[in-house]
């Protein structure tokens, strides 16, 4: 169906959002959805291998997700492991957090990169 793929890209965007926000995805929110949106997805995806250091795994984004995603992802994480103000002080990991934020930008937006 031609609608099926706008849906797919609507639904991981919530999933992201909402992963930012709580830090927990939501189980089987894409299936769940596609059936609400009267699409039916027989497929499945086989599970993808994770490199530990790529930027989007770093950061717990996919690499399709809007730069807005990305920077709370990043946001987030930051809050989380700054060594002054964060929960779980971790400077080595803030660094690497970073580094995969800065990585990213850079990639898709050049040397003119926004924070």
Known sequence: MARKRPVINFLK???DTVKILTGRR???LI???LELF???EKEVAPAPEFDINDPYFILGVRTEAHDIVIRGAFR???REYHPDTGKKPDAARLQRITEAYDKI???RHGSQAER
């Open 38 to 40: 009267g699409v039916q």
């Open 13 to 15: 965007d919530v999933d």
């Open 31 to 33: 299936s769940n959805g």
């Open 76 to 78: 987030s994480l930051a």
């Open 105 to 107: 930008m850079r990639e």
């Open 26 to 28: 939501i189980p089987n």
